[in-house]
């Protein structure tokens, strides 16, 4: 990866909007969206740029959780962060529906695009 490119990435990541709340805190589901991605790419689940909604990538994103359940004291609401990860404020990923047309819902998104700058 280019140096120039690899700045975008970690200005991207460093910058991830997340709610904040006086109980809990930086709310986690976006970076544990992202490391169960991340994880999943290096096991091989994932060949090209293309993320599924599949139940490996929910079955990793729950076992992160398990590590903030303490302090989140909810559920873990991983199509919130699948979805909000391609908005405009985070732009890590392009959204679509299962029939491969752009998505902004959580309950359509099925598919994400990982932003290739």
């Known amino acids: 990866m280019?140096?120039?490119?690899c700045a975008q990435w970690l200005g991207k990541l460093g910058n991830l909007?997340?709610?904040?709340?006086?109980q809990r805190g930086l709310a986690p589901h976006k970076p544990l969206m992202l490391l169960s991605v991340i994880d999943l790419i290096?096991?091989?689940e994932f060949q090209d740029a293309f993320v599924p909604f599949l139940a490996r990538l929910v079955s990793q994103f729950r076992s992160y959780w398990d590590l903030v359940l303490d302090r989140?004291?909810?559920?873990?609401?991983?199509?919130?962060?699948f979805?909000?990860?391609g908005g405009d404020r985070d732009a890590i990923w392009e959204r679509f529906d299962e029939h491969g047309?752009?998505?902004k819902s959580k309950l359509?998104?099925?598919l994400c695009k990982l932003d290739p700058d």
């Open 2 to 5: 280019d140096p120039h490119a």
């Open 17 to 22: 909007h997340a709610a904040r709340t006086k």
């Open 42 to 44: 290096e096991a091989g």
């Open 72 to 81: 989140q004291r909810n559920r873990p609401d991983i199509a919130m962060p």
């Open 83 to 85: 979805n909000a990860l």
């Open 101 to 103: 047309s752009p998505s």
């Open 108 to 110: 359509t998104t099925r």
